[in-house]
């Protein structure tokens, strides 16, 4: 692993030097590189300061102290940073990524993504994916010399493809924004992305694994005992009771979550370092070239994450008090969509004017989709709660 005292490139990570630019020629920032520039205009966005009000897995506003993907998309920034820094990528194309990766969630999490996607199944589904890539492309007005943000090629392909290659979903209506992009501008759907998209995706794997155990814990929803044999944290636990036997309940949840946090970076630093040497990556094309992702955790690490996974899904994700809450949160969805659709002189004047230029039910409904997809929680719940009760 490099120094960390060090700050250099790898030969094999991204140069902001030598990026493919962007798809609207604009003149270098004075002040920063290519993708720090990114990075800030997607702090700046209205998406991104909108996350601050949408759910992780508890309803925002319900809680104090629970995560929002504003949170957590700052806790899956930081990891990236860390990862990258060690691994000698580039922090701020990897920190860009790691913002804006979940910028296109629908309120009410991954509950309000389905049902859009059940609402909008006529018209081609709902990817939360595909909707950031259309915010930072498209949605996002706040240039007059072109729509989104005109990010750099590097930035965009992360986007879209730091889950893996994406050829293969281009067929499905879903995913016809970025197919069409990608008819003009080539984001190479069929090789892997930069070793900066990877580490995004893997640091939010590690992100949201240990701060929903967190969540989970505060919430109630299990106990400490009741992680004792769960792989990783249980191991954890069981060394900070060691080194601090009068330790008090908040500050082992803390140390034990921190302490599996720094174990699963430096488990995905040595399993990648081990992978670019054994497959012989010596460049950022040789990445996108590899037969497999390049950042990825050890194989027992991935056995026991898929134990500590489900263990979550069951205690957590399935609990009563969620399923309540995402429930609710398909109905309101529901409603306000199908209410739109009907009535469309209801939405606000701006939205309205939008649809009323659309020619076929499939551009407005896709227009009314991305109306709902913006909103936060409370947003969400207010508007149901003015069109459908008197009170």
Same mark, same amino acid.
């Given at each position: ?94 920190? @860009? ?223 009563? @008090? ?34 009323? @230029?659309?020619?076929?039910? @499939? ?29």
């Amino acid at each position: 692993m490099h120094d960390p005292l060090i700050l250099t490139l790898a030969p094999y990570s991204e140069n902001h030097a030598r990026s493919r630019g962007r798809l609207y020629s604009e003149p270098d920032s004075l002040t920063r590189t290519a993708f720090a520039r990114d990075r800030d205009r997607v702090i700046h966005c209205t998406a991104f300061r909108r996350l601050k009000g949408k759910t992780q897995v508890f309803v925002a506003g319900h809680g104090d102290y629970f995560r929002t993907r504003l949170t957590h998309s700052i806790e899956v920034s930081q990891v990236a940073r860390s990862l990258a820094h060690t691994l000698g990528a580039d922090q701020d194309l990897a920190e @860009t990524i790691a913002l804006s990766h979940d910028m296109g969630h629908s309120p009410f999490g991954h509950a309000g993504e389905d049902e859009l996607h059940k609402m909008m199944e006529p018209w081609g589904g709902f990817d939360h994916n595909v909707q950031t890539f259309r915010i930072v492309t498209r949605l996002e007005h706040r240039y007059p010399a072109f729509e989104g943000l005109n990010l750099a090629w590097e930035t965009l392909e992360g986007v879209i493809k730091h889950n893996g290659p994406v050829a293969h979903k281009l067929g499905n209506p879903a995913w016809k924004a970025v197919a069409d992009f990608s008819d003009f501008w080539d984001l190479r759907p069929e090789t892997y992305a930069s070793l900066e998209a990877q580490i995004a995706a893997i640091s939010d794997d590690i992100a949201y694994n240990n701060h929903d155990v967190d969540d989970g814990l505060r919430a109630g929803l299990f106990t400490l005992a009741d992680l004792r044999d769960i792989p990783l944290i249980g191991p954890a636990i069981a060394e900070v009771e060691k080194d601090w036997p009068l330790i008090d309940q908040r500050l082992l949840r803390l140390e034990a979550i921190r302490r599996v946090i720094g174990f699963m970076i430096r488990d995905v630093c040595l399993e990648t370092e081990r992978r670019l040497k054994e497959d012989g990556i010596e460049t950022a094309e040789d990445v996108r070239r590899a037969g497999r992702q390049m950042v990825a955790f050890s194989r027992t690490v991935n056995e026991d994450l898929s134990r500590l996974r489900a263990f979550l899904y069951a205690r957590m994700y399935k609990h009563y @008090t969620v399923n309540r809450h995402r429930s609710q949160a398909r109905r309101v969805l529901n409603d306000l969509f199908r209410l739109y659709m009907e009535e469309p002189e209801v939405l606000p004047p701006n939205w309205y004017g939008r649809v009323c @230029t659309k020619d076929t039910e @499939t551009q407005r409904a896709r227009v009314v989709c991305d109306y709902i997809a913006g909103m936060t929680d409370a947003y969400a719940i207010e508007q149901h709660r003015q069109l459908f009760s008197m009170s």
